[in-house]
């Protein structure tokens, strides 16, 4: 590290990674381990993207903390890469094997003398919608962003807190962590190539409008329904009706919720169907006599997710009706009626549902010019593979897929970019 005649901090490295989730972890490491210095920036307060977020995962239906925790212990034991959260890259200058890139870093107002001990929290006065949760919990304005967080450090969302003029947090803390005039800052990374691990959110369901997201309390959508049945989630893994907490004797999962469709997500986001079939086991696992509607256009589960699928229409109380839902009404008491038509009889159908959940697709976070470099990107915005210039997309920043896929598509994009002189 070095300063950069400008006061701010500089450092030099091979490889820059844009993107803390699995994607990102995974190519930092791998890097790591063959000797190159990694630099990794996330830009939320800890590592682990969207699958910290998932209540299981398929294939072996494991908790997220299995490969996420192997990744943050090599990462740990390892002093070849840095990590900076609350980053962004804002500007990336130079050429392929000599980069200059800008990243601004956001302030925790949180120091490493952080032992998490939550004192800051039980004292602090003001609450604030938890992201992580989609919504569905709160938590004070000075929190701990996950019972997983990588760095295990509380921060402050200064959107909210009162600064100064409250100071309990500040009071409180035995270990002197707090510190609220901690400034943002700008650095300097040098580093040779650049991999950008950016991920994927979830279409925004409220442009569903036929589907009553955001209208129907208990209208949700899949990635909300991981957090549902999770643990760690705001019902402590109990799958209960947003609307009055009851339990469920009918669901119906809506796939492709504006997949393959031309208004909305026109291409297929491949591991919605085993995520789906994933959540009727969560859903099984609970409610053992529950009837379970499954409406879909085509059921994709390629390879080793077929069995996933096999295994599900096995159960009698699982209904796959072959149609695109037209439509979610509510009727008395937030119960559902789910209206579509059913291609192999021709018949229109419609069901009864106590909980209705929505198979949105991945929207690339590379879309839209949110990236500060101008990488060749297909048509709906992800990047193209293959890379441009010593800079290579990985992940779901690339395609829509699954875990096991996205740790290979990693570990080949770090072999391309350690070649890079
Ligand atoms: C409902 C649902 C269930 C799923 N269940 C499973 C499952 O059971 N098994 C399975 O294998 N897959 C599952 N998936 C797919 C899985 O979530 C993805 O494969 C995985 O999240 C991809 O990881 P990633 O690192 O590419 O992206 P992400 O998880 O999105 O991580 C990207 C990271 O980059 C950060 N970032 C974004 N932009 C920037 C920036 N400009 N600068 C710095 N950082 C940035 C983000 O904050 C994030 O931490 C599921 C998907 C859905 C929708």
Not at 127 to 142: H, L
Not at 316 to 334: D, I, L, M, Q, S
Request: contains cysteine; aromatic residues 8%; charged residues 25%.
């Amino acid at each position: 590290m070095s300063g950069n005649g400008n006061g701010g901090r500089e450092f030099s490295a091979d490889l820059l990674v844009a993107g803390g989730g699995i994607a990102g972890t995974t190519a930092a490491i791998e890097a790591a381990e063959v000797g190159k210095q990694t630099i990794l920036i996330e830009k939320n307060p800890c590592l682990g993207g969207r699958v910290l977020q998932m209540s299981k995962y398929f294939p072996k239906l494991c908790p997220p903390s299995c490969g996420l925790e192997i990744n943050f212990r090599r990462i740990k034991q390892n002093s070849n890469v840095r990590i900076f959260t609350l980053g962004e890259v804002k500007e990336v200058s130079g050429e392929k094997g000599n980069y200059e890139v800008k990243v601004a870093l956001k302030p925790r107002y949180v120091t490493g003398k952080c032992t998490s001990c939550n004192l800051c929290a039980d004292e602090c006065p003001v609450s604030r919608k938890d992201e992580f949760n989609y919504g569905m919990k709160e938590t004070k304005a000075v929190y701990l962003p996950n019972p997983m967080a990588y760095p295990m450090k509380y921060v402050i969302d200064m959107d909210v807190c009162e600064g100064e003029s409250c100071g309990k947090c500040v009071a409180v803390c035995p270990y002197d962590a707090i510190d609220l005039k901690m400034q943002a800052e700008i650095i300097t990374v040098k580093v040779k190539s650049i991999i950008w691990a950016t991920g994927w959110k979830p279409y925004d369901a409220k442009k569903l409008d036929n589907l009553g997201f955001g209208d129907y309390p208990n209208v949700i959508t899949n990635v909300m329904m991981e957090r549902l049945a999770a643990e760690d989630g705001p019902t402590e893994g109990k799958i209960k009706r947003p609307s009055d907490s009851g339990g469920i004797q009918s669901i119906a999962f809506v796939q492709c919720a504006g997949s393959r469709d031309e208004n909305h997500l026109p291409y297929c986001s491949t591991v919605c169907c085993a995520a789906s079939l994933k959540q009727v086991s969560y859903v099984r696992e609970q409610f053992p006599y529950a009837e379970i509607h499954v409406f879909y256009i085509d059921i994709r589960t390629p390879g080793r997710l077929e069995d996933i699928y096999m295994k599900i229409q096995e159960d009698e109380k699982v209904f796959f009706h072959r149609g695109k839902v037209a439509k979610v009404e509510e009727v008395e008491n937030n119960n559902l009626i789910v209206t579509a038509e059913d291609t192999l009889s021709g018949t229109l159908t419609k069901q009864k549902a106590d909980l209705v959940v929505l198979a949105v697709g991945l929207v690339p976070n590379s879309k839209n010019g949110n990236l500060p470099v101008d990488l060749p990107k297909d048509e709906f915005g992800f990047l193209l593979p293959g890379g441009r210039d010593g800079m290579f997309g990985v992940g779901t920043a690339v395609r829509p897929m699954e875990v096991s896929t996205v740790n290979q598509d990693a570990t080949g994009a770090v072999l391309k970019s350690i070649q890079v002189r």
